[in-house]
Each structure stands twice: as structure tokens, then as C-alpha cells.
């Protein structure tokens, strides 16, 4: 094989191999086609020295080039199109990280630590009641609420569910608690367990079960109140579990970029319809040639390649 011959094939092999890039960037059923037809074509080329290696060179210069050419060129318009969708994902994947990375289960651990906070809140302020001492330090149970509650407490829900009427209540400093409930916690020894969080306008509730009872209070963070709740507005509430709500922004952003990827996947692959017709033209030339024949008639004297498809060589 002399040197043109090897020049030739190692062309060939490069322009082989941007087509099959283009044809796995459009995942297009033609160019794959053409691409695999192509293939063949050097192939033959390749492991045959007999034939006029020319004739190759010929098919490249006549179509790949200038097919290449062309969807080098959609390429680089679709990933112009698609580069505001590939910030976009990549944008909310930032978020997603930065949201992963500072997320240590916080809440669900601070929650347990904080029913008994709460419970050992309760007995202090049952202690100074009857010594008629205010020791307490509100801080000890307020910090909660300033710390999940914007992220975690529960915003849909209906505020009349949660407020107190009228009830007879003792008086610690600015706090107020009812007189039942103080002696339904001190049945239980002042056990509580936090059932979860409720953020509405501003003002913040938190719900709270008594231990070994089917009683639950509500502590109106803003209204410094503390008072059980009804059963029949417990039936009515929404007393799962508290959920962060950046885990929920989390969650769609993830369903989004799943829904722009895969809609960037499809408009890749949608071609011009003036270029699907090109494209299938050239297959229908290829399929009803017997290029392969034409091409191991090494005597033909006739341009095998202008036959084929039928290109108007001198155009300039």
C-alpha cells in the first residue's frame, strides 16, 4: 500500500470517527444508518488493496465532508439553545449539593433532646408555682422554635384549630398556663414528647403530647399561652411528623432537572425537516445502488461515486 493509499484510509478513519460522535450527539436512526453504511464502505476499502482508493477519497470529499459539515453545524446551534437549559440544571444542582452538604438529620435528633427539655421546663415551672419563685429561663425551650421552625413547622393548616378560648390559668411572669393541664402533667410526672410544629402568619404552635395519655397541649409560642387541646380539633389537624421544606424544594428540583434533561435529550435529536429529507434521500440512493459492486469493479472507468449519487462533480 503506497503512501496516498495510507493518507487516504487514515482520512477516512478520522472522518469515521466525527461521524459516529454526530451520531451519538443526535441519537438519530438516519445518521446512524449512514454512518454504519459509511463504515462499511472503508472497510472494504481497507481490506482490499486492489481497489482505486481514490474512489474513496471521492465519496468522502461528495458527502461526508460536507455532511459533517452540516451537522457540526446543528450541533453547535442545539448546544447554543440548550445552554440555558444545561445552566439551569446545573444551577439547581448546586443548591441540591449545598443543601446535601450542611443537612446533618439535625431536626430529628434536636426534637428528641427537646421533649425533654420541655419536660424538664415544665417541672421547673411547677416547682416555682408553689414556692412562688420565677427562676425560669425561657431561652432553655425557645431557641427551638427560632431555629426549625421557618424551615420545618407546618404552614398549611387551619389557625383556629390551634387557638385556646377562655380557661383558668396560672400566671408565670409573662406566661400563661391552664390549670387543668398543669395537673394532668404532674399525673405524668411532666413528661412530654414534641409531636410537631405549626407556623402561620408569624406566629408559631407547638404541639405537644403527654406521656402515658391520650392528652395533647398546644404552646402558643406567640401568645405565651399553654393550654390543652380538644380531641375533636386533634382529629382535624395534621400532626405528622414535621418535614424540612428545603427537603421538599430539594425534591423538585430533582423531578425538574430530570424533566429538562429529558426534554433537552429529545430536541437534540429533532432535526430540521429540510435535513431529515436530505438525509433520507441519501439512504434511498444507498440502498438501491449496489454500491458494493460498482465500488470491487476496479475496470470501470466511469466515476463509480458520480454514478451513485448522481453528483454534479465540476460544480464549483
Known amino acids: 500500500m503506497n503512501d496516498d493509499a495510507v493518507n487516504i484510509l487514515s482520512q477516512s478513519k478520522r472522518r469515521l470517527t466525527k461521524l459516529k460522535l454526530l451520531a451519538n450527539?443526535?441519537?438519530?436512526?438516519?445518521?446512524?444508518?449512514?454512518?454504519?453504511?459509511?463504515?462499511?464502505?472503508?472497510?472494504?476499502?481497507?481490506?482490499?488493496?486492489?481497489?482505486?482508493?481514490?474512489?474513496?477519497?471521492l465519496f468522502h470529499l461528495q458527502y461526508t465532508d460536507s455532511l459533517i459539515e452540516l451537522l457540526t453545524k446543528i450541533k453547535r446551534q442545539k448546544e447554543n439553545e440548550m445552554l440555558a437549559v444545561i445552566n439551569e440544571i446545573d444551577v439547581n444542582n448546586k443548591?441540591?449539593?449545598?443543601?446535601?452538604?450542611?443537612?446533618?438529620?439535625?431536626?430529628e435528633t434536636d426534637?428528641?433532646?427537646?421533649?425533654?427539655?420541655?419536660?424538664?421546663?415544665?417541672?421547673?415551672?411547677y416547682h416555682d408555682l408553689t414556692e412562688d419563685k420565677?427562676?425560669?429561663?425561657?431561652?432553655?425551650?425557645?431557641?427551638?422554635?427560632?431555629?426549625?421552625?421557618?424551615?420545618?413547622?407546618?404552614s398549611n393548616v387551619d389557625e383556629e384549630l390551634l387557638k385556646g378560648g377562655s380557661f383558668p390559668a396560672y400566671q408565670y411572669m409573662e406566661y400563661q398556663?391552664?390549670?387543668?393541664?398543669?395537673?394532668r402533667l404532674n399525673i405524668q410526672s411532666f413528661k412530654v414528647r414534641f409531636v410537631?410544629?405549626?407556623?402561620?402568619?408569624?406566629?408559631?404552635?407547638?404541639l405537644f403530647k403527654?406521656?402515658?395519655?391520650d392528652d395533647h397541649f398546644i404552646f402558643d409560642i406567640e401568645g405565651k399561652k399553654m393550654y390543652l387541646i380538644d380531641p375533636e380539633k386533634m382529629e382535624k389537624l395534621d400532626t405528622t411528623p414535621n418535614a424540612s421544606n428545603q427537603g421538599t424544594i430539594v425534591n423538585q428540583l430533582r423531578r425538574k432537572n430530570e424533566q429538562l434533561e429529558e426534554s433537552m435529550n429529545e430536541r437534540k435529536k429533532v432535526l430540521p425537516e429540510q435535513v431529515t429529507?436530505?438525509?433520507?434521500?441519501y439512504i434511498k440512493n444507498l440502498e438501491n445502488t449496489d454500491v458494493m459492486s460498482k465500488i470491487f469493479d476496479i475496470n470501470e472507468e466511469t466515476n463509480i461515486l458520480r454514478a451513485m449519487l448522481n453528483l454534479n462533480l465540476n460544480n464549483n
Do not use: P
Open 111 to 125: 426534637r428528641k433532646m427537646y421533649s425533654g427539655i420541655f419536660s424538664n421546663q415544665l417541672k421547673n415551672l
Open 177 to 183: 398556663i391552664e390549670r387543668k393541664l398543669l395537673g
Open 25 to 57: 450527539f443526535f441519537e438519530n436512526g438516519d445518521i446512524i444508518s449512514i454512518y454504519i453504511k459509511t463504515d462499511v464502505i472503508h472497510n472494504l476499502f481497507q481490506g482490499n488493496k486492489e481497489l482505486d482508493y481514490s474512489k474513496l477519497e
Open 277 to 281: 429529507a436530505v438525509l433520507k434521500d
Open 95 to 107: 443548591y441540591i449539593s449545598g443543601f446535601e452538604e450542611k443537612r446533618i438529620d439535625g431536626f
Open 210 to 213: 403527654v406521656f402515658q395519655s
Open 196 to 206: 410537631c410544629g405549626y407556623v402561620i402568619t408569624g406566629n408559631e404552635y407547638e
Open 134 to 154: 420565677f427562676r425560669l429561663n425561657w431561652d432553655n425551650v425557645l431557641y427551638f422554635h427560632k431555629k426549625y421552625a421557618a424551615e420545618f413547622y407546618r
